[in-house]
């Protein structure tokens, strides 16, 4: 494979951003117990917006396009992609956009958060990186896409995509529908207004674009997740996905669902009628679907592995998994994690419901459950193959990597458990101090408050451990390790023509209609409203 | 399809169903709704609209209807204490002159998003006598923890 130094460096880069995440995480817990402090707010809330930016848009977006990559050079058995001179200059991109942004963040000129909603201003330098960081993916995406038509035209025509790369080009269909929003909130708002070129921005407007993007964002991080479940669970097992046709059709709904239900995460937004909001709360129950399927199909995928590992029972099968390996326990856990993160999902997408949620920390301890538990410890755990498969050299300790899965499993269960019940209760999320001057209704807070600290800690101890193996692991000897681990990452070829779910050009035109029918005329009833628009208020 | 993954699919279908049915309706026919209200005002000129020129509670009704105006604004709601009476009918009208705030009474289903260049409004009804704590739920600065607020809802008017 002639990019494996790139794809390597990708996610290098992505342990580090983890890394660096988790310790700004920390502080965060830590800072929020009562009577601890550590730091000013200003620099808490610089440390929460670099930990949002590093944990959502740099941890994942590096992984996930080394992963993207190598799943469709293995699957398709090709040496290259289209253009590795297109690759290169992606990852430059992201990092050269990364690095824009990172400046402001680190220095206090962009404390906007991950959301960054004006009339808050950060540095110009802030949007323009981040911009920068988009269009590197869509370097990125064009350069798969194109190896993906490259793999087609060489005998290929007749035959259904692996579902691996089935996945990955799904994903790439998402994220481009997704980020015309966020490239239209940047080019046509931010970037203007905050060089001063424009004097005001609607900020309902700059809230509709950005969460048109914000949602499907999620369905960005998760569906490489679920092309680990789908694809590399199963030949850890020995086995085949349960359903070939059934995973195609959970790739179909999401490029279907994911974009056309932001309002979920508006609800309480003045501006934007009950009408529209239902048809959103509509659409994001329908993303529902798609994730009870994958429920369905891995589990049954693990009951005929177990089955055939002699596993006995009704739920007996569960003990025969092979929950020795690192690697499987983590995909394992991240999967019972995703079925919480699910079921607090609906809370969210509840039109009345999320009043009672909306805003408090129920909501970091529901995407701590869906993007760092589910996408996060996937990702940790596909690590612990990728890597002897990349280098090829053996993983420096498999106990090392158990005790980091059940670190994690430990910790979140704790911080993610205490800010889920700290939300019921009303407590504020991305708050410095939740005290408010010794309010009684904030009293029964507190030791829960400990506990998402304890959490925090025991997650930064599993991020310190995994890095460490996976420093040791790049330094260690070389072994016969390479050939086994990358059969695993493997998918067999499948059988057969491609069938009406295989027509993802038919489902990407669908999307767009969607699209259009659950945000045109919202959008217009925004612009037709008039607000004159708010000036800008720095925050450097 | 085998014949559990058909089973499967149709309780995932039948409780999605199940609880679009209960969400619609407790918003359309027992009018839980979220804010939906399309007022706009330029957040230079709030402190010259005469609801916000003078934030206050008005009362409308003696002991029945309150319309309460308030400012959300960096780092402080104005008014800072509210009263109002048990089991009346409460309509908070809420807007900002700089970035976006939140507003949450703390230990109930009232909040919203208060965003500059819109009014937000909020129907409530407090029926447990006592004093609430209203918080900013939505980041709005350093001094995001400061903003806070007290409504005091009496046992009778």
């Given at each position: 494979?002639r990019?494996?130094?790139?794809?390597?460096?990708?996610?290098?880069?992505?342990?580090?951003?983890?890394?660096a995440g988790?310790l700004?995480g920390?502080?965060?817990?830590?800072e929020?117990?009562?009577?601890?402090?550590?730091v000013?707010?200003?620099?808490?809330?610089t440390?929460?917006?670099a930990?949002?930016?590093?944990m959502?848009?740099?941890?994942?977006t590096?992984?996930i396009?080394?992963?993207?990559?190598y799943?469709?050079?293995?699957e398709l058995?090709?040496r290259?992609?289209?253009s590795?001179?297109?690759?290169?200059?992606?990852?430059?991109?992201v990092t050269?956009g990364?690095l824009?942004?990172?400046?402001?963040?680190l220095?206090?000129?962009a404390?906007v958060?991950?959301t960054?909603?004006?009339?808050?201003k950060a540095s110009?330098?802030?949007?323009?990186?981040?911009?920068v960081?988009v269009?590197g993916?869509w370097?990125?995406g064009?350069n798969l896409l194109?190896?993906?038509?490259?793999?087609?035209?060489?005998g290929?025509?007749?035959?259904?995509?692996p579902?691996?790369v089935?996945?990955?080009?799904?994903?790439?269909?998402?994220?481009?529908i997704?980020t015309i929003?966020?490239?239209?909130?940047?080019?046509?708002?931010?970037?203007?207004?905050s060089?001063?070129?424009?004097?005001?921005?609607?900020?309902l407007l700059a809230r509709n674009?950005?969460w048109y993007f914000?949602?499907p964002l999620?369905?960005?991080?998760?569906?490489p997740a679920?092309?680990?479940?789908y694809?590399?669970?199963?030949?850890m097992?020995?086995?085949?996905?349960?359903?070939?046709?059934?995973?195609r059709?959970v790739?179909?709904?999401?490029?279907?669902?994911?974009t056309p239900?932001?309002y979920?995460?508006?609800?309480m937004?003045?501006?934007?009628?009950?009408e529209w909001?239902?048809l959103?709360?509509?659409t994001?129950?329908?993303?529902?679907?798609?994730?009870?399927?994958t429920?369905?199909?891995?589990?049954?995928?693990?009951?005929?592995?177990?089955r055939?590992r002699?596993?006995?029972?009704?739920?007996?099968?569960?003990r025969?998994?092979p929950?020795?390996?690192?690697?499987?326990s983590?995909?394992a856990?991240?999967?019972?994690?995703?079925?919480?993160g699910?079921?607090?999902?609906?809370?969210?997408a509840?039109?009345?419901?999320?009043?009672?949620?909306?805003?408090?920390?129920?909501v970091?301890?529901?995407?701590h459950?869906?993007?760092g538990?589910?996408?996060?410890?996937?990702?940790?755990g596909?690590?612990?193959?990728?890597?002897?498969?990349?280098?090829?050299?053996r993983?420096?300790s498999?106990?090392?990597?158990?005790?980091?899965v059940a670190?994690?499993?430990?910790?979140?269960?704790?911080?993610?458990?205490?800010?889920?019940?700290?939300?019921v209760l009303?407590?504020?999320?991305?708050?410095y101090?939740?005290?408010f001057?010794?309010?009684?209704a904030?009293q029964?807070?507190t030791?829960?408050?400990v506990?998402?600290?304890?959490?925090?800690v025991?997650l930064?101890?599993?991020?310190?451990?995994?890095l460490?193996?996976?420093?040791?692991?790049?330094?260690?000897?070389p072994?016969g390790?390479?050939q086994e681990?990358?059969?695993?990452v493997?998918?067999?070829s499948?059988?057969?023509?491609?069938?009406?779910?295989d027509?993802l050009?038919?489902?990407?035109?669908?999307?767009l209609?969607l699209?259009?029918?659950?945000?045109?005329?919202?959008t217009?009833?925004?612009?037709?409203l008039g607000s004159?628009?708010?000036p800008?208020?720095?925050?450097? | 399809?085998?014949?559990?993954?058909?089973?499967?699919?149709?309780?995932?279908?039948?409780?999605?169903a199940a609880?679009?049915?209960?969400i619609?309706?407790?918003?359309?026919?027992?009018?839980?709704?979220?804010?939906h209200?399309?007022?706009?005002?330029?957040?230079?000129?709030?402190?010259?609209?005469p609801r916000?020129?003078?934030?206050?509670?008005?009362e409308?009704?003696p002991?029945?209807?309150?319309?309460?105006?308030?400012?959300?604004?960096?780092?402080?709601?104005?008014?800072r204490?509210?009263?109002?009476?048990?089991?009346?009918?409460?309509?908070?009208?809420i807007?900002?002159?700089?970035?976006q705030?939140g507003?949450?009474?703390?230990?109930?289903n009232?909040?919203?998003?208060?965003?500059?260049?819109?009014?937000?409004?909020?129907?409530?009804?407090?029926?447990?006598p006592?004093?609430?704590?209203i918080?900013?739920?939505?980041?709005?600065?350093?001094?995001?923890h400061?903003m806070?607020a007290?409504l005091?809802?009496?046992?009778?008017?």
């Open positions: 494979m990019e494996k130094r790139l794809i390597l460096l990708g996610f290098l880069v992505s342990y580090a951003a983890l890394g988790a700004f920390m502080l965060q817990v830590l929020r117990v009562p009577g601890v402090k550590l000013s707010s200003e620099t808490y809330y440390a929460l917006t930990h949002g930016v590093l959502a848009l740099v941890f994942t590096f992984f396009m080394s992963l993207a990559t799943v469709v050079l293995r058995g090709m290259q992609t289209f590795p001179g297109m690759s290169t200059l992606a990852y430059a991109l050269l990364t824009m942004a990172a400046l402001p963040i220095t206090g000129r404390s958060l991950y960054f909603y004006p009339p808050m110009p330098l802030f949007y323009i990186g981040a911009t960081l269009v993916t370097v990125f064009a194109l190896t993906v038509r490259q793999w087609r035209r060489s290929n025509s007749g035959v259904k995509l579902l691996g089935f996945g990955v080009v799904s994903t790439l269909i998402i994220w481009y997704a929003g966020v490239a239209a909130e940047m080019l046509l708002q931010l970037i203007p207004w060089l001063g070129l424009v004097d005001r921005v609607d900020p674009l950005f914000g949602h999620v369905y960005f991080w998760l569906l679920y092309i680990v479940w694809t590399v669970l199963p030949r097992l020995g086995v085949r996905v349960f359903s070939d046709f059934l995973a059709v790739f179909v709904l999401f490029i279907l669902f994911s239900v932001g979920h995460h508006q609800f937004d003045p501006g934007i009628s009950t909001k239902f959103h709360t509509i994001t129950f329908a993303v529902f679907l798609p994730s009870m399927i429920a369905f199909t891995v589990t049954a995928t693990m009951e005929m592995g177990a055939l002699g596993g006995r029972g009704l739920l007996g099968w569960i025969a998994l929950w020795g390996d690192p690697a499987f983590a995909i856990l991240a999967m019972v994690f995703f079925a919480f699910g079921a607090g999902g609906a809370v969210n509840g039109n009345n419901l999320n009043y009672v949620v909306h805003n408090t920390a129920w970091p301890g529901h995407l459950l869906t993007v538990s589910a996408v996060a410890l996937t990702f940790m596909v690590s612990y193959l990728l890597l002897p498969a990349l280098t090829g050299r993983l420096h498999r106990r090392m990597a158990q005790v980091q670190l994690w499993g430990a910790g979140m269960l704790l911080f993610s458990g205490a800010m889920h019940i700290l939300g009303g407590s504020p999320r991305r708050t101090d939740v005290t001057g010794g309010h009684p904030t029964g807070w030791p829960l408050l506990a998402a600290a304890a959490g925090g025991l930064l101890l599993s991020v310190l451990l995994f460490y193996n996976v420093g040791r692991t790049l330094r260690g000897a072994a390790e390479e681990a990358q059969e695993q493997r998918q067999p499948p059988a057969g023509a491609p069938g009406l779910v027509n050009g038919l489902f990407t035109a669908i999307a209609l699209v259009l029918v659950a945000y045109t005329l919202p217009l009833d925004i612009l037709s004159p628009g708010a800008p208020v720095p925050m450097d | 399809m085998n014949r559990y993954e058909r089973a499967w699919l149709i309780f995932a279908v039948l409780m999605v609880f679009l049915g209960i619609a309706y407790f918003n359309f026919a027992a009018g839980l709704k979220p804010p209200d399309v007022e706009v005002i330029d957040p230079l000129r709030v402190s010259q609209d916000f020129s003078q934030p206050r509670v008005e409308v009704e002991g029945k209807r309150y319309n309460i105006y308030m400012v959300a604004r960096m780092w402080s709601y104005y008014p204490e509210i009263q109002v009476p048990r089991g009346a009918e409460v309509r908070f009208y807007t900002s002159p700089d970035v705030h507003f949450q009474v703390v230990g109930t009232v909040q919203a998003n208060v965003i500059p260049g819109y009014v937000t409004v909020i129907d409530a009804r407090f029926e447990k006592g004093e609430y704590l918080v900013c739920n939505e980041y709005c600065g350093r001094g995001h400061f806070r007290k005091r809802v009496t046992e009778g008017y």
